[in-house]
């Protein structure tokens, strides 16, 4: 790792204290005229090839980034387009057997099925006192 370039976010580097006079030389300043690169919080010079490295590695890390969260994206959606299918699968179910619940009962009240046998006349064993 050269002086510019940055630990990755899940280092562990990244958390250590730094020691004195340490700088990752994140805000930088350009000299036009003399076309040379600063560091803003330590007023170092710094090598214009590697900042601009270091800028592409960003951008890179940016770009994967972004599409790695455009998959995850997909893939959310793709789950939630089968949990609201599988939604409305079961509610379709679910009116489907409560109408034949209340069909079948309304059809017993009205005497159109024989209602099961109870009591003595559904077992005929039972001993009457």
């Avoid at 980034?65 to 997909?74: C, D, I, P, W, Y």
């Avoid at 209340?102 to 005497?111: A, F, L, N, R, V």
Wanted: proline share 9%; hydrophobic share 35%.
């Amino acid at each position: 790792m050269t002086e510019l370039e940055q630990p990755p976010p899940d280092s562990p580097v990244k958390n250590l204290p730094k020691p004195p006079g340490f700088c990752l030389h994140e805000r930088v300043a350009l000299d036009g005229e003399k076309h040379k690169v600063f560091c803003r919080e330590c007023a170092e010079e710094i090598d214009p090839y590697a900042f601009l490295s270091r800028l592409a590695g960003n951008w890179h890390r940016y770009e994967d980034a972004v599409t790695h969260a455009q998959r995850e994206a997909k893939v959310a959606e793709e789950k939630l387009a089968k949990v609201k299918r599988e939604l409305i699968n079961a509610k379709s179910r679910l009116r489907a057997a409560k109408a034949r619940w209340e069909g079948t009962y309304e059809d017993s009240m009205q005497g159109r099925f024989p209602m099961p046998p109870m009591g003595r006349e559904a077992d005929p064993d039972i001993d009457s006192d």
